[in-house]
């Protein structure tokens, strides 16, 4: 017993030997980066010795880029000694942000982010998380909430071209005020977004490809019920939308609300609309959602006709989207991209998204 005593405090002096000196060598290594780093200036790093926990504290973080300054009087940065490939990051409750030397106050409330990582994968990030409580911009209420989650997935075998990785993607943005950032008259309400999907990378994500000049970028994604509501005002979206050969989205989004006349009566008090076109408009959109057949999506058909499944096994989770009915009082209108156009129905709305393109591509 007292040979197994001696060995188990022999144990922990080297253990938190390791930790201490480990911790003080980081915090030199920041500091000796940091010299270089035209972006980046710390004014002091310091070993974090917190018992658990492995990591420094920042002091007076800047990030200075292409006119916008960020600055954190202060962060800590740590892993758990248990999982040390899952690093977080607390941030401070006051942040100020300049943008062409015109300073804002950010406030947040127990705001902090996390990311794990896979060191048997090139390090591709497995997970990253980022939220916050009440946001302030200025001083005026910004948000009541932010919640985000990004996670590795399979690839599935209904994929876009070009596509190398895959994460899902989940969302909860809470009673955000979109009057705070615009000077642009907007109706009084706030706006908030939540749901799920899935996003298609051409790189996967890892500390690497994140610095070099080619950032991955996306081909396409996929969502099975998004919630977005204004106001009083609420629709759902649905639907699969990839990176045509020419760089434009195509694909289908259905839109789901059962505040459509709400929407053109908003409009027609902006002035947007006359009261005769919103009633004419109205009635479209009535016929419109009564002929859409519940049908296999426009991306999926696009997999199916240039057999980009081909050498894939089939999934049972990703069976091909179809897009249930609506409710009752509740319109269903297909967004279609295809061809580099935008059709609501089969009205034209003018040109297709991009998706965003490595230069030279």
Excluded: C
């Amino acid at each position: 017993m007292r040979r197994l005593l001696l060995f188990v405090i022999f144990l922990a002096v080297i253990l938190g030997g390791l930790w201490l000196g480990g911790e003080t060598l980081l915090a030199r290594m920041i500091r000796q980066n940091m010299q270089d780093q035209a972006m980046l200036q710390l004014q002091d790093v310091t070993p974090l010795r917190d018992p658990g926990r492995f990591g420094v504290r920042g002091a007076q973080l800047t990030i200075d880029s292409d006119g916008r300054k960020i600055t954190l009087p202060e962060l800590t940065v740590w892993a758990p000694l248990s999982r040390l490939n899952s690093l977080h990051l607390s941030l401070p409750p006051r942040i100020e942000l300049a943008v062409l030397d015109q300073p804002q106050e950010i406030g947040l409330d127990d705001a902090g982010a996390s990311v794990t990582v896979a060191p048997l994968n090139g390090m591709a990030i497995r997970q990253a998380t980022a939220h916050s409580g009440p946001v302030t911009l200025g001083g005026q209420p910004l948000a009541e909430a932010a919640d985000l989650d990004v996670s590795l997935s399979r690839l599935g075998y209904a994929v876009p071209r070009g596509a190398a990785t895959s994460y899902d993607v989940k969302i909860d943005l809470q009673k955000a005020d979109p009057r705070v950032l615009t000077p642009v008259e907007i109706p009084e309400g706030t706006l908030s977004i939540t749901g799920a999907g899935r996003v298609w990378l051409d790189r996967i994500l890892t500390p690497e490809t994140l610095q070099s000049g080619r950032h991955p970028l996306p081909v396409g994604f996929r969502t099975d019920g998004m919630h977005i509501s204004f106001a009083d005002l609420d629709l759902r979206l649905m639907g699969r939308v990839l990176r045509d050969a020419s760089g434009y989205a195509e694909g289908e989004v259905m839109i789901y609300t059962a505040d459509a006349p709400a929407i053109l009566d908003l409009a027609v008090q902006q002035n947007l609309l006359k009261p005769g076109a919103a009633q004419m408009i109205g009635k479209a959109l009535q016929q419109l959602s009564d002929d859409t057949p519940d049908t296999q999506s426009e991306s999926e058909r696009t997999l199916a006709d240039t057999g980009l499944n081909a050498g894939r096994v089939a999934q049972p989770d990703l069976d091909p989207m179809h897009f249930p009915k609506p409710a009752e009082g509740e319109l269903r209108l297909p967004l279609t991209f295809k061809g580099g156009k935008t059709m609501l129905g089969p009205l034209p709305l003018g040109p297709a998204p991009l998706f965003a393109q490595a230069e030279g591509a």
